[in-house]
């Protein structure tokens, strides 16, 4: 036995919808352990708490968006930040969460120690000072973003006199009425920010580089509103969840197989909503549709802002910023008073946390994915990065899920340590797979510091929901793979190992 517990069974890092999401099933599925949750910002949320600008809302439908747990009550289905807020409060109240969150702690620092089985985390608080907690198991719920910096695209911004405003870094009440504004960018910040902003600016323009895939849809789900009138909640929430899993699988699935078609039907939703001379240039891409992941324009709302004469989209290169606005290569000059540069975001793996196995630094790049949730021969140590082709949260709950189960099998075999170890034959053995499929070009530009990807289960973060659904939830735990030992047993060698797994 070892001769004191650690400060905590689990060690939740981040307050937003991973985090909060790995408490709730703890609370259900892993009842017997403690956890603690630090979060280094002041308030729960995470993204949807960080990100101020106009119009902050979902890109995804909130009966998926939403936990497995918890139905989402609300009728309109693509939510702004506020009601997704009051969707995670009310969690964490209900459910006692609140009281284990530690606001303020940045994790700085984790090292797993074998010789007693836990992480030694050192984190800054508010203040400045440091502070240590030792936990069995860390479960990293940080995001993928760099919360502290955003991409630079490397713009000379320096003859232009206006306002320049980043999204992840939006100022305080920022006078945006009767001015002239350019938003750089064409991915889903960007498609919110300019209806959003056409309402009380002068003009917007969005200025794209290369266009995107947009797709129209209500904001209010007639579905799911019909449905929770007459059946009850919670089954009523099941069903639309379905239908909506199904409906974002389908979709993926015919953009893959049949481009064309779907190229096809997103146009016809534009054209019903700008008319026939709309300039079909501006909203073509060239990659097909789910190369990158769709932008959602609910209730026409980008369209309707072009319609009216308030906003309007151009596809261009820049040449320089000058005093009034930004040129083109063209020769086209844009006037500004403001510039958003809704540029995109830099990634980042493990919230940046330097994470060490007994003093020996953990390179993630060199690691391969265990079952999209965990990782190659590192222990006690979970992580949710979401899909890019459904709703992050989806996988957020089978991760939590599998993770309670891998919890509880410690606690009934008395095992304290959990480890997926890949043999350098195993290793040898595998083919590797484009860790994530998509052309975005926030993906493309940190993709080195990601971990590897198998082209087969289990060594891989995989891009399915419903497969890895059956998988995570189904697939024995004991698989020759996942290792359960105790202090002392990480002196013997990889393949012991198995064969006591097995």
């Known amino acids: 036995m070892l001769a004191s517990p650690p400060d905590f069974d689990v060690l939740i890092v ?26 280094r910002r002041d308030n729960l949320g995470g993204t949807w708490d960080l990100f101020r600008y106009p119009g902050i809302r979902s890109d995804s439908d909130m009966h998926t968006l939403g936990f ?4 989402w009550t609300h009728e309109k289905s693509i939510a702004d930040a506020p009601a997704i807020l009051e969707y995670l409060d009310r969690i964490v109240d209900e459910r006692g969460i609140r009281q284990h969150i530690r606001f303020g702690h940045k994790v700085i620092s984790a090292d797993f ?32 973003y760099d919360y502290d910096e955003a991409y630079d695209p490397g713009f000379d911004l320096g003859a232009f006199e206006g306002q320049v405003v980043h999204p992840q870094f939006w100022p305080e009440n ?15 910040t960007a498609v919110t920010i300019v209806p959003a902003m056409a309402q009380k600016a002068a003009h917007v323009t969005m200025l794209q580089r290369t266009p995107t895939w947009m797709f129209t849809r209500p904001a209010k789900d007639a579905v799911a509103n019909f449905l929770r009138k007459v059946l009850p909640e919670k089954l009523a929430y099941r069903l639309t969840r379905f239908k909506n899993i199904k409906m974002q699988d389908f979709s993926f699935k015919l953009a893959r197989d049949n481009p064309q078609k779907v190229k096809d039907a997103l146009y016809k939703k534009i054209e019903e909503s700008l008319g026939p001379d709309y300039d079909k240039a501006a909203f073509t891409p060239p990659y097909n549709p789910w190369e990158q992941r769709l932008c ?27 005093k009034g606005g930004v040129l083109l290569t063209d020769g086209q000059f844009i006037p500004a008073d403001i510039v958003v540069t809704a540029t995109g975001l830099k990634l980042a793996v493990a919230g940046k946390i330097d994470v060490r196995v007994d003093g020996e630094p ?13 990782f190659s021969n590192l222990p006690n140590l979970a992580v949710v990065f979401g899909y ?34 890949l043999t350098p034959e195993g290793e040898a053995a595998i083919t590797e797979d484009d860790v994530f499929d998509f052309s975005s070009g926030y993906i493309q530009r940190g993709k080195h510091i990601m971990p590897r990807n198998s082209i087969s289960y289990p060594w891989r973060l995989n891009q399915e929901y419903v497969v890895d659904r059956k998988r995570m939830k189904d697939d024995p735990l004991i698989d020759g793979i996942l290792t359960f ?18």
């Open 14 to 39: 981040g307050a937003g919808i991973s985090g909060i999401g790995m408490a709730a099933h703890m609370g259900m599925k892993a009842p017997h352990h403690s956890y603690c949750i630090v979060e």
């Open 485 to 502: 030992t105790r202090p002392g047993a990480n002196a013997r060698g990889a393949e012991e190992q198995l064969e006591a797994a097995e």
């Open 174 to 188: 920022l006078d945006y009425a009767d001015k002239r504004v350019v938003v750089i960018g064409s991915g889903a």
């Open 362 to 374: 953990v390179a993630f790049n060199q690691r391969f994915y265990y079952k999209g949730c965990m």
């Open 68 to 71: 497995d747990f918890e139905p």
């Open 113 to 144: 120690h074998h010789d007693d089985a836990r992480w030694h985390v050192e984190m800054e608080k508010d203040d400045g000072s440091r502070t240590h907690m030792t936990a069995n198991f860390i479960y990293l719920g940080a995001g993928y």
């Open 388 to 421: 890019l082709n459904a709703s992050w949260t989806l996988r957020a709950d089978i991760n939590s899920d599998y993770v309670c189960r891998v919890l509880e099998h410690m606690r009934k075999t008395g095992a304290t340590i959990a480890t997926p170890v």
């Open 296 to 322: 959602l324009v609910p209730d026409q709302d980008l369209f309707t802002a072009m319609k009216a004469g308030k906003a309007e989209v151009v596809t261009g290169h820049i040449a320089k910023f000058e």
